[in-house]
């Protein structure tokens, strides 16, 4: 069986428009460049992930990962994927790639799954048969963000994220306007960074006096600020969740031991799929919730996270659309996806 | 593929007498009453677990574990082994059967191990391709506690673990003259919460002033004084470790909470795969240092603890012995044992 040891690795660099701008706090993104990972077993078997970087989060450069290419390659030829927890520790050196390091590692149980006739979520437990994602209200005029959430409301979505932490004002009475027109919806509020710990509480108490509920409170205010997360988190009525704050597994024991947030949202992107299974575990014994989300993948790429979430059945709350809201030629996921639902075939 | 379902669970009391009766602080045993479970897929594959329950550590009697025989039937008929994770879950209930959850656990992840033609240790990751275990001397006279230190050195071991705790005086003493006739080897010593915090420091400070070093210093004191085994960790000049406290992987996460030790001594009865597992990403994510231990498994039990070990690579030390002290008629572990070192074949 040294059939299963990888005889190749190749990257290529893959970009593709969003179908609109994508505004956030602080960053608009037009399109989305990712790397795709391809590693080769002896036996001819193709693996495959995708690395999706995040500049702002992670310090990642696209052409700085595609630099590596002859590293990785180096660092993983002739190990064998059945030997995957070495082939891991070895690609945690890649720390400061994390989303090429969820890539490579993604790419390893692909090829390993398909040695072994089953599908990765089988691998890593098989523990849901379906998820549903959310799907995401970007920053815009208060009238066109209503406008989307209605829609999105209409397409059959039931969780909205609702992304604000640029203007409290006008944020306070988008999220107003929002719930009007998606009665039943439940909502996922995301402030990437922008608040400061008083206006974050500020804008909470604001919804809460207004009856509406929010499910998740992500990341309000700054990353390094952990007291005031914590403070956020005492103060609020709602769920407070991190996120910039939480890039690996050292990052949640400290957020852990320091009981600064419910919520953890984990990205394969900033953690590789090692550090993933860490938090996972770690949420397990200290009763931490999770949530799992996405940065500027394609269906490549989300296919990693709906079958880390189908597998391991760790998440409360799913936000993995960034594939809905790029133009894709061909989708190229090893799941069926249905409006909100996302699954895997049954054998 | 609905083959891999899980159609009958039968369990089997195994009785296998010692060698020569085992003493430890509190306890003597001449006999190691175990409980077999086999589950049988449709496939007419059969997965083989073993429970060597405690009731000195968990309060389990062998007895209650075969009187559940039909509960864990009920439980587990019908799920689908690649549903592995899911499993996991519902076994999680029988916390209140450690061993038991350890035993049903692991027999599933053979059954599916043989599903997918590999083994064990390369479905959690296939980290080491051989460990070296310790072997264990009992508590006795002085004379017969240095011949037998003697001997197990003799027979190649390099790692002597050193049982303590009924009484501070002979112990040092014993330590004192074991080392004479063992140098070179490695030594984890083991008070299962005999000493006070004083006396567990005094014992530590004298062993060192003689210029032995110590690799592992075991739960010295009761289970429940974790500001105790904080205390002798901070007196201590070797690394202090926690068995008896640790069972739970929420007793591992106080303990890396409150800084209490070292290290945590595994023990697969003590937590089953789930929490086990669970406790390893802690270790990884916080600085905790892990060695793995047993309770009165035969071969077909330290199979489990062997495949654990192997497949996760997670630990420095490796304390599974207990097959080395029964009278077996036959051999059952999917392993290779030559003297102190286990591996499993390579295909």
């Avoid at 995301?190 to 998740?216: H, L, R, T, W």
């Avoid at 996405?294 to 296919?303: D, F, H, T």
């Avoid at 936000?319 to 790029?326: F, P």
Wanted: include cysteine; charge should be negative.
């Amino acid at each position: 069986m040294s059939m299963s040891k990888i005889v190749d690795v190749k990257f290529t660099l893959r970009r593709h428009e969003y179908e609109k701008p994508f505004h956030i706090t602080g960053s608009i993104s037009s399109e989305s460049r990712n790397v795709e990972v391809e590693i080769t077993l002896e036996s001819g078997i193709r693996g495959y992930g995708e690395a999706s970087p995040s500049f702002r989060v992670n310090g990642e450069r696209v052409e700085a990962l595609l630099a590596v290419e002859n590293v990785v390659k180096d660092m993983i030829t002739g190990f064998d994927v059945r030997n995957y927890a070495k082939i891991f520790e070895i690609t945690d050196k890649l720390f400061a790639f994390p989303s090429l390091k969820a890539a490579v590692q993604f790419a390893v149980l692909d090829a390993l799954a398909q040695e072994l006739d089953v599908q990765v979520c089988h691998l890593l437990g098989g523990a849901k048969s379906r998820i549903e994602t959310d799907k995401t209200v970007g920053i815009d005029s208060i009238e066109k963000r209503v406008e989307e959430a209605r829609k999105i409301f209409e397409e059959g979505f039931r969780v909205i994220k609702i992304k604000v932490g640029e203007n409290l004002k006008e944020d306070i009475e988008a999220m107003m306007e929002i719930a009007k027109v998606t009665k039943g919806a439940k909502y996922i509020v995301d402030a990437n960074m922008g608040y400061s710990p008083k206006e974050a509480v500020e804008f909470v108490k604001k919804i809460y006096q207004a009856g509406i509920d929010i499910s998740v409170y992500e990341q309000p205010v700054r990353r390094e600020d952990i007291d005031g997360l914590k403070f956020v988190r005492f103060h609020s009525p709602f769920p407070v969740a991190a996120d910039e704050s939480a890039r690996t597994k050292f990052d949640v024991m400290r957020l852990v031991k320091e009981e600064a947030v419910d919520y953890v949202n984990i990205k394969l992107m900033k953690s590789g799929i090692s550090d993933a299974l860490a938090i996972v575990k770690i949420a397990e014994a200290s009763g931490l919730k999770l949530m799992i989300g996405c940065m500027g993948e394609s269906s490549l790429g989300i296919n990693q996270s709906v079958h880390f979430a189908l597998g391991t059945g760790a998440f409360e709350y799913h936000d993995l659309d960034s594939h809905l809201m790029l133009k894709e030629e061909k989708f190229r996921g090893k799941f069926i996806q249905e409006g909100p639902e996302m699954r895997v075939r049954e054998e």
